[in-house]
T-cell receptor, first 114, second 115 residues
Framework: DQQVKQNSPSLSVQEGRISILNCDYT??????FLWYKKYPAEGPTFLIS?????DKNEDGRFTVFLNKSAKHLSLHIVPSQPGDSAVYFC?????????????FGQGTRLTINP | DAGVIQSPRHEVTEMGQEVTLRCKPISGHNSLFWYRQTMMRGLELLIY????????DSGMPEDRFSAKMPNASFSTLKIQPSEPRDSAVYFC?????????????FGPGTRLTVT
């Protein structure tokens, strides 16, 4: 069962425009949500996160929105830049026996066109 | 800070051989995670340790896979015998456990090819 879903495997956006990546989850026990960015031949790197008690978190060009009732979160990147081209993973976190366990979505490949 | 270190970066082996992947977490981190990334299944958690103790190994695909963490600065993931379907990129990640810190820091991964 896929507890965290990213239904768009790829997304293409023009430079300077807004990129919106979406993620849905099914487990109400998740208490923290994160976005990771991955370049080829590298490990995923943490980008931005949001607690389940908030509905928005902003960091520079990146904003994450959480809609708990819909079990949906999204990542907005504005303005989009060529260096943003990467695979983006949504992850949901639950505290299990003292450690944060992350469940990842399948990833969305974002391509920013000049 | 050197980050999470994994070795080797690439491994090519024949079916039936034993494969050992290594990981050194970030100093001071007390949680360690092994993930596998494939095209079909994406990024999936195999096992994680907290304070060197395995907490959840439900993601380990079968008995051919085993993981150890003999001390706070070293972990191994072993596959014996290896099979072609084990070909994937294996990531190690570490974090500080507890409610105040949720982010996991990933290593560069080991690309395993089993022929």
């Amino acid at each position: 069962d896929q507890q965290v879903k990213q239904n768009s495997p790829s997304l293409s956006v023009q430079e300077g425009r807004i990129s919106i990546l979406n993620c849905d989850y099914t487990n109400s026990m998740f208490d923290y949500f994160l976005w990771y960015k991955k370049y080829p031949a590298e490990g995923p790197t943490f980008l931005i996160s949001i607690s389940s008690i908030k509905d928005k978190n902003e960091d520079g060009r990146f904003t994450v929105f959480l809609n708990k009732s819909a079990k949906h979160l999204s990542l907005h990147i504005v303005p989009s830049q060529p260096g943003d081209s990467a695979v983006y993973f949504c992850a949901a976190s639950a505290l299990i026996q003292g450690a944060q366990k992350l469940v990842f979505g399948q990833g969305t490949r974002l391509t920013i066109n000049p | 800070d050197a980050g999470v270190i994994q070795s080797p970066r690439h491994e090519v082996t024949e079916m039936g051989q034993e494969v050992t992947l290594r990981c050194k977490p970030i100093s001071g981190h007390n949680s360690l995670f092994w993930y596998r990334q494939t095209m079909m299944r994406g990024l999936e958690l195999l096992i994680y340790f907290n304070n060197n103790v395995p907490i959840d190994d439900s993601g380990m695909p079968e008995d051919r896979f085993s993981a150890k963490m003999p001390n706070a600065s070293f972990s191994t993931l072993k596959i014996q015998p290896s099979e072609p379907r084990d070909s994937a990129v294996y990531f190690c990640a570490s974090s500080r456990s507890g409610k105040s810190t949720y982010e996991q820091y990933f290593g560069p991964g080991t690309r395993l090819t089993v022929t």
